[in-house]
């Protein structure tokens, strides 16, 4: 009994490997990866061989690995497809543990964050901005967002803006408007969780935050749900005071759940105070 159902999850688990991949792979376009775009496209996304090629990998073996045969796949190559697929290190955890793979240690250089993107992050300071997925954890940021926010002091397992704004104290106290914010961010999240609800990631965050969070708990069983806006938002510094930004939400493609998040100061005062405190 114990080996049918062993066999069973593995079948499960193997089936749900090969929607990920495919879902993934959809979501990365050739342009992204530097490969020319020869004429229409009746793919979304990369085409198979074209993940295979970029991770070093065969075509038939990475056929059957969507096709969710049973075959063994290394760390290597896993760490291969995980790149050439952009993961976060969150979908890359999640990745190796639908393989069956050991769990590899969580990198804070993130894949799915190129060397272009961070070069971009450090000319927007003293603005602060963020790197963000669609669960909202935070793949990368610079010096203005982490004076605003503190995100080094952070364990970096910890770093999901909205697991934050529900369990940590401090991290809540510099958002100002809290109440008035927290149901906007709510629907916004579940709007997004759409794409992902049978992500073990994604029912683990909402279960912490259900059982973390009186707040969170009862908006969540409120079922709102609404698009992500640009919009303006206040913020109180431990040292600096008041700040006022405006929000602007850019995304890395088409069908990318990977954003930018620039802040721009919306009045003078907010602009001079950046300027004093991170100033080179």
């Not at 969150?90 to 990198?107: C, D, I, N, T, W």
């Not at 000319?123 to 901005?129: G, I, N, Q, S, Y």
């Not at 149901?183 to 916004?188: G, K, T, Y």
């Not at 969540?220 to 700040?243: C, D, I």
């Amino acid at each position: 009994m114990d080996t049918a159902v062993r066999a069973l999850g593995d079948a499960v688990r193997r089936q749900e490997l090969a929607g990920f991949l495919r879902n993934r792979r959809e979501r990365i376009t050739p342009e992204q990866v530097g490969l020319p775009v020869a004429g229409r496209r009746r793919t979304p996304g990369l085409r198979r061989e074209e993940v295979a090629q970029l991770a070093g990998v065969g075509v038939t073996w990475y056929t059957w690995l969507e096709q969710g045969r049973d075959i063994k796949a290394s760390e290597q190559v896993l760490g291969a497809i995980a790149g050439t697929l952009r993961l976060d290190p969150y979908e890359r955890s999640h990745l190796f543990a639908l393989a069956g793979a050991p769990e590899p240690m969580v990198q804070k250089d993130c894949a799915a964050v190129s060397p272009a993107i961070h070069a971009i992050l450090a000319k927007l300071d003293p603005f602060p901005a963020v790197v963000q997925n669609a669960r909202t954890d935070i793949l990368a940021f610079n010096c203005g967002y982490n004076w605003l926010m503190d995100v080094d002091g952070l364990p970096f397992e910890e770093r999901n803006s909205l697991l934050q704004c529900f369990t940590n104290p401090a991290w809540r106290s510099r958002i100002q408007d809290w109440s008035d914010r927290m149901p906007a961010s709510v629907a916004e999240f579940r709007a997004q969780m759409a794409d992902h609800v049978a992500e073990p990631a994604w029912k683990m965050l909402v279960k912490r935050l259900r059982q973390e969070s009186v707040e969170f708990e009862a908006l969540w069983t409120q079922h709102e749900v609404q698009p992500m806006r640009n919009q303006t938002k206040r913020f109180l510094h431990p040292v600096a005071g008041p700040l006022h930004f405006e929000f602007t939400y850019l995304w890395f493609g088409q069908r990318s759940s990977v954003r930018v998040t620039t802040y721009t100061p919306a009045d003078e005062q907010t602009a001079a105070t950046l300027a004093a405190h991170l100033s080179d």
